[in-house]
T-cell receptor, first 120, second 112 residues
Framework: NAGVTQTPKFQVLKTGQSMTLQCAQD?????MYWYRQDPGMGLRLIYY?????TTDKGEVPNGYNVSRLNKREFSLRLESAAPSQTSVYFC??????WGTGGSSRYTEAFFGQGTRLTVV | AQSVTQPDIHITVSEGASLELRCNYS??????LFWYVQSPGQGLQLLLK??????LVQGIKGFEAEFKRSQSSFNLRKPSVHWSDAAEYFC??????????FGAGTRLTVKP
């Protein structure tokens, strides 16, 4: 039961280099997310994909792009890495989108183990 | 703008002692409320959530949390802490997944 798998686990980049963080889930979930976690701060949403074929910006999208390759995979790309993008990146997935108005259609989000990225 | 405050950056408790982690939020309406736990080197795991109804919610691993609307708080409690509870705990609020806000986290150390 792999759940959410992220690759790589660690990466060091030079400023200006590009890279793609990979995320795959095997739970047949519809929604997927990318977060970053910085010291002294909680997780912040970078991008999300409510369902296959859709992507939307989260709280901190600048400097990133995403691709929902298929239902299983959701990748995050840094086109020109900057030191400010040094962070731990988490991918997550959930079965569905939330309801509103007090609906309890929330389905738990499952997180990967993270990618620790350092940009020098 | 919505925000989440976890006033305690680091808490140390003795094994077997009770625990309360504080969470205060600012939000336009009553949001959905969550507590997550993160063990070292791991992703986040959902402990419990509040959507509506009974303001005392039970979660996994013996945790519970109480929603107090008048105080905009959602504090996490456990009657007796185990060494395996040492981790970082995050409170989160939001009405939809794309507007969730996480607190900065409280690191829990458990003394033997």
């Amino acid at each position: 039961n792999a759940g959410v798998t992220q690759t790589p686990k660690f990466q060091v980049l030079k400023t200006g280099q590009s890279m793609t963080l990979q995320c795959a889930q095997d739970m047949n979930h519809n929604s997927m997310y990318w977060y970053r976690q910085d010291p002294g701060m909680g997780l912040r949403l970078i991008y999300y994909s409510a369902s296959e074929g859709t992507t939307d910006k989260g709280e901190v999208p600048n400097g990133y792009n995403v691709s929902r390759l298929n239902k299983r995979e959701f990748s995050l790309r840094l086109e020109s890495a900057a030191p400010s993008q040094t962070s731990v990146y988490f991918c997550a997935s959930s079965e569905g989108w939330w309801g509103t108005g007090g609906s309890s259609r929330y389905t738990e989000a499952f997180f990967g183990q993270g990618t620790r990225l350092t940009v020098v | 703008a919505q925000s989440v405050t976890q006033p305690d950056i680091h808490i140390t408790v003795s094994e077997g002692a009770s625990l309360e982690l504080r969470c205060n939020y600012s939000y336009g309406a009553t949001p959905y409320l969550f507590w997550y736990v993160q063990s070292p080197g791991q992703g986040l795991q959902l402990l419990l959530k509040y959507f509506s109804g009974d303001t005392l919610v039970q979660g996994i691993k013996g945790f519970e949390a109480e929603f107090k609307r008048s105080q905009s708080s959602f504090n996490l409690r456990k009657p007796s802490v185990h060494w395996s509870d040492a981790a970082e705990y995050f409170c989160a609020v939001g009405a939809t997944p794309n507007d969730m806000r996480f607190g900065a986290g409280t690191r829990l150390t458990v003394k033997p």
